[in-house]
């Protein structure tokens, strides 16, 4: 047998750890939230237009066939278009999406608008 020293068995060392690492199991990727990439960006989307409407304080009340007759904040849509695309209703979800971003980017504007409002006396 032939000896290769200590440089040899901490070579033989390392081998033998990486062929053992090599055989561990993968742990399995996260599955993404949903299968509808389009209904995932437009609820980014909504979620940081609504967002930045709470933060200008103007956040809308809209009448949706989603919610019924009464109007509903958009923060009661946006939790509806959640809901819709957990039960795989993407279409409906992409659409009160967007109706969600229109209306917060237009409550967002409707302030910035505002802000210096003053009275105007005749």
Do not use: H
Not at 64 to 76: I, V, W
Request: charge should be positive; include cysteine.
């Amino acid at each position: 047998m032939k000896y290769y020293g200590w440089k040899g068995g901490v070579s033989l060392l390392l081998i033998s750890t990486l062929a053992g690492c090599a055989n561990q199991p993968v742990p399995p990727q996260e599955e993404a939230k949903s299968k509808c990439p389009t209904c995932d960006t437009a609820l980014a989307t909504a979620t940081t237009a609504l967002s930045a409407a709470r933060k200008a304080s103007s956040e809308w009340r809209l009448i949706d066939k989603a919610t019924g007759d009464a109007s509903a904040p958009l923060s009661t849509l946006l939790a509806t278009a959640k809901k819709r695309c957990d039960e795989g209703e993407y279409e409906e979800c992409t659409r009160i999406a967007k109706r969600v971003t229109w209306a917060a980017n237009a409550g967002v504007k409707q302030a910035a608008d505002n802000a210096d409002a003053a009275p105007a006396y005749f």
